[in-house]
């Protein structure tokens, strides 16, 4: 692995120039994966930046992780396809025993085992986490789960997900959230036991499926950490999450300006350049100091996160300021490219359907703010 951020950037871009658009343009159409890709991300070591090197990854910080994720999609290409490996890394090393670590990690370091699930939502709960229905029920010395996932990405393409559910109603008093546990499914086993798997068809392409559990057995030595607490350790894994995604929207922003300053300069109607129109100029300006502003919030976040502090208001607002630019970005993208940006060739299209998503998921915009006015501005919780 390179040593240095600005090395591992360069050599992502690297890789990144031989996955061009015809390559995702193709892979959109068929709504098909990105193996390629994925496969040349898992040998250069870059998915597995986070696992510490005694288990056979690079053991560096949350930073690296961001970078490589800008990177990719400031070059064009999506991440979509595989960066659920990273931001649940810091769930597993937090929170995961030595036995588990020691049975998936190098594996999945060697690129061996793909960690790329995370089943969290359900068709009913929404983002209401704490109404998950999908059970856990003790059974001698295993779990059987029982329940729906939606939205559950990348489940055809990984061996092992991540998975919420409940093993216990939350004790008269207690938080509605306690109860949840975690744990580490490897769906080898799983399918042909009870679990099914199938795809959704979105407006980019990104692989997410709907999960059935009809009764799947889990070792119980596959639950993470202790019975109850899943709920928590999740939420130190999402402020992992939120940043990795704001560091791939500050990634989109990039590429979504470079393409318009690019096609500004050269589109000439009138006489002279589109881009010597202040109408034109401007835009662009405006959402490339956005991108910078929350590629600052970014930073901050990731500094936190690093030296362990309580990051939640940073990630959560490094996320929606980055996905506010990137999305903004693609907007003014395709007002900038006129009708070409409509144009499957131009990849404009693709990526600001690509984009969009990061206003609803991981958390939705709203929800973002719900937080930032509760816990951060001290108003009443509104739900
Ligand atoms: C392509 C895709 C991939 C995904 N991948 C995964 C994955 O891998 N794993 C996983 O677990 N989930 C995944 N998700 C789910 C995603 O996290 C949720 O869609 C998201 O959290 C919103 O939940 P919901 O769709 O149920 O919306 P809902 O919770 O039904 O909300 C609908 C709308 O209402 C708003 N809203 C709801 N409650 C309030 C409130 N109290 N105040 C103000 N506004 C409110 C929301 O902001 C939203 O705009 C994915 C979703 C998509 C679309």
């Known amino acids: 692995m390179p040593e240095t951020h600005a090395d ?14 015809e390559y995702w343009r193709a892979l959109d159409r068929e709504r098909a994966y990105p193996t390629a890709f994925v496969d040349e991300l898992t040998r250069a070591g870059f998915l597995a930046v986070l696992i510490p090197a005694d288990y056979g990854g690079a053991g560096l910080p949350l930073g690296a992780a961001a970078a490589i994720l800008e990177e990719i999609q400031a070059a064009g290409c999506n991440g979509a396809g595989c960066h659920a490996q ?34 969290v939502t359900e068709p009913d709960s929404g983002t209401d986490t704490a109404a ?37 109603l939350p004790d008269a008093g ?15 086993e799983a399918r042909g036991n ?32 202790a019975e109850g607490e899943g709920f928590r350790y999740i939420l ?19 590429w979504f300006i470079e393409a318009s300053t690019a096609y500004a300069r050269d589109r000439v109607v009138f006489g002279r350049p589109i881009g010597q129109n202040q109408g034109v100029q401007f835009p662009i300006a405006r959402v490339y100091a956005g991108m910078r502003a929350a590629r600052l919030m970014v930073e901050d ?52 359907r690509e984009t969009r998503l990061y206003q609803v998921a991981p958390i939705s915009t709203n929800l973002i703010l719900s937080y930032l006015a509760e816990h951060v501005l001290g108003l009443p919780r509104s739900y």
Not at 181 to 188: A, H, N, T
């Open 194 to 225: 009870g679990l099914s798997i199938d795809p959704i068809r979105t407006m980019m392409n990104h692989a997410t499926t709907t999960i059935g559990f009809d009764d799947v057995p889990v070792p119980a030595e596959n639950l993470i950490g």
């Open 236 to 254: 130190s894994g999402m402020n992992a999450e939120r940043i990795l995604i704001a560091a791939e929207c500050v990634g989109d922003a990039r």
């Open 86 to 119: 990273m931001y649940v890394m810091a769930t597993l090393l937090r929170h995961g025993s030595d036995a588990q670590k020691r049975r998936y990690l190098p594996a999945i370091a060697a690129g061996d085992l793909r960690l790329q699930a995370f089943a």
């Open 132 to 168: 998950i229905t999908t059970t856990a029920r003790r059974d001698g010395g295993r779990y059987i789960i029982r329940g729906r996932k939606i939205w559950t990405s990348r489940a055809a393409h990984s061996d092992l997900m991540i998975l919420l559910a409940r093993t216990a």
């Open 301 to 352: 976040a990731i500094r936190r996160f690093e030296a362990g502090e309580p990051c939640g208001a940073e990630a959560n607002m490094a996320k929606m300021l980055a996905a506010d630019a990137s999305f903004e970005a693609a907007n003014v993208a395709i007002q900038t490219h006129g009708g070409y940006g409509f144009a499957e060739d131009f990849d404009i299209e693709r990526k600001f």
């Open 174 to 188: 207690a938080r509605r959230t306690d109860g949840l546990s975690l744990f580490l499914v490897d769906m080898r």
């Open 8 to 21: 591992i950037r360069e050599a992502v871009r690297k890789l990144c120039a031989r996955y061009p658009g």
